[in-house]
């Protein structure tokens, strides 16, 4: 009924930038919150950051200062803007969302979609 789809990960210095996004498809009808996780080998899931629809944030403490989310309502889409990129950041980054959707009646649930791969080399 739901389909989250990410794009923008690859191969990167460490140093460097990638903006990844997130849309997200099928009868919707609102979505509250959306956000970034990540998920290193060997550790658990984590989360990178989040926003609310009205566009309070919130950041995991490793990347406080140096990602940045954001989201426009309108295509259903959130962003990542990572910068300064380090080894340490290279993880599988998956996009969420809180989605309330039509299906059979409306129902409210959380969604992941499949995970972009980011990888920072030295």
């Known amino acids: 009924q739901v389909q989250l789809v990410e794009s923008g990960g690859g191969l990167v210095q460490a140093g460097g930038s990638l903006r990844l996004s997130c849309a997200a498809s099928?009868?919707?009808?609102?979505?509250?919150?959306m956000g970034w996780y990540r998920h290193a080998p060997g550790n658990q899931r984590v989360l990178v950051a989040d926003i609310t629809s009205a566009g309070t944030t919130n950041y995991g403490d490793s990347v406080k200062g140096r990602f940045t989310i954001s989201r426009d309502n309108a295509k259903n889409t959130v962003y990542l803007q990572m910068n300064s990129l380090k080894v340490e950041d290279t993880a599988v980054y998956y996009c969420?969302?809180?989605?309330?959707?039509?299906?059979?009646?409306?129902?409210?649930?959380?969604?992941w979609g499949p995970g972009t791969q980011v990888t920072v080399s030295s």
């Open positions: 969420a969302a809180d989605v309330l959707y039509f299906s059979d009646g409306f129902e409210r649930n959380k969604y």
């Open positions: 099928g009868r919707i009808v609102s979505i509250n919150a």
